[in-house]
């Protein structure tokens, strides 16, 4: 089956544009997650959409967003991008359970500029 | 509050044993995940334990002490393509809390 699909891979933006990334989870995989990953910070929770309802968002400006289309797949948007915005963003797929575990896609390399 | 915690970075010889540790605190307990990370790729599962023991898996294992807080990644026969970052993570609500992630080095 097709796995987790994120786009673009890599994307470059100067400060104060805004970015929107893509994820395609895996079929039937109704629950979508979105994490910042930065070398000193590890995987940081970004939110969860789980149906179309955000479950669950973590601690980051209102500059972040995202949302969830009835076909389960999601975007997330950036605005006003900061330097500080640098980072591997990963969007887990997951059936929505804890236990279940996550299937990550393989990330959009945002570079700020 | 929800907390875990990793060595930041290890090194292992080709053939050798290494023991990756994971202890963390939550408020709630729904189980331990171990994933492998390559650098520049996504993290893929490793393994998933729920109850307290071993779980073995090929040449890797996986250890859960819940009393203890306390998990670890047992990777035997070290392979230099076993180079990657090792990331503990507990499920918590709606989201799941990882550890900044263990950088293992395979050495020939």
């Known amino acids: 089956k097709a796995g987790v699909t994120q786009t673009p891979r890599y994307l470059i933006k100067t400060r104060g544009q805004q970015v929107t990334l893509s994820c395609s989870p895996i079929s039937g995989h109704r629950s979508v997650s979105w994490y910042q990953q930065t070398p000193g910070q590890g995987l940081q929770f970004l939110f969860e959409?789980?149906?179309?309802?955000?479950?669950n968002k973590g601690n980051f400006p209102g500059r972040f967003s995202g949302r969830q289309f009835s076909n389960s797949r999601s975007e997330m948007n950036v605005s006003t991008l900061e330097l500080g915005d640098s980072a591997l963003y990963l969007c887990?797929?997951?059936?929505?359970?804890?236990?279940?575990?996550?299937?990550f896609g393989s990330g959009t390399r945002l570079t700020v500029v | 509050g929800q907390n875990i915690d990793q060595p930041t970075e290890m090194t292992a010889t080709e053939g050798a044993i290494v023991q990756i540790n994971c202890t963390y605190q939550?408020?709630?307990?729904?189980?331990l995940f171990w994933y492998q990370q390559h650098a520049g790729e996504a993290p893929t599962f490793l393994s998933y334990n729920v109850l307290d023991g071993l779980e073995e898996k090929g040449r890797f294992s996986s250890f859960l002490s819940r009393s203890k807080g306390y998990s670890y990644l047992l990777l035997k026969e070290l392979q230099m393509k076993d180079s990657a970052s090792y990331l503990c993570?507990?499920?918590?609500?709606?989201?799941?809390?990882f550890g900044t992630g263990t950088r293992l080095k395979v050495l020939a």
């Open positions: 887990a797929s997951s059936l929505g359970t804890g236990s279940n575990g996550y299937t």
């Open positions: 959409y789980f149906s179309e309802t955000q479950r």
């Open positions: 993570a507990v499920p918590g609500t709606y989201k799941y809390i």
């Open positions: 939550t408020s709630g307990f729904n189980g």
